[in-house]
Nanobody, 120 residues
Framework: QVQLVESGGGLVQAGGSLRLSCAAS????????MGWYRQAPGKQRELVAA???????NYADSVKGRFTISLDNAKNTVYLQMNSLKPEDTAVYYC??????????????WGQGTQVTVSS
């Protein structure tokens, strides 16, 4: 079992900043990738940013230059620094982790989601 604890969501004005964090714990042998997805009302869940344990990153075009993802491997914690926020960034943000359990079985787990609301 893997537990994901997300924090950092909230309400911010356009142009403001928020920092999301997601800590993974449990029977983890290693983590391959951690990432953030978001889902706005009436829309499909989409990738925002992802990072591998080696530090390779991938961003959605809509957030490039504004959002930065980082990973603390020692803490199994991923961060998403969100700057220059826009109303269209409003969504529930979900953390996702992919890795291997201590019995070497691969896993993928989602967090419970955290609301980000950007007012105009």
């Amino acid at each position: 079992q893997v537990q994901l604890v997300e924090s950092g969501g909230g309400l911010v004005q356009a142009g403001g900043s928020l920092r999301l964090s997601c800590a993974a714990s449990g029977s983890i042998f290693s983590i391959k990738t951690m990432g953030w997805y978001r889902q706005a009302p009436g829309k499909q869940r989409e990738l925002v940013a992802a990072i591998t344990s080696g530090g390779s990153t991938n961003y959605a075009d809509s957030v490039k230059g504004r959002f930065t993802i980082s990973l603390d491997n020692a803490k199994n914690t991923v961060y998403l620094q969100m700057n220059s926020l826009k109303p269209e960034d409003t969504a529930v943000y979900y953390c996702k982790v992919e890795g291997v359990y201590i019995d070497y079985i691969p896993f993928g787990s989602w967090g419970q989601g955290t609301q980000v609301t950007v007012s105009s």
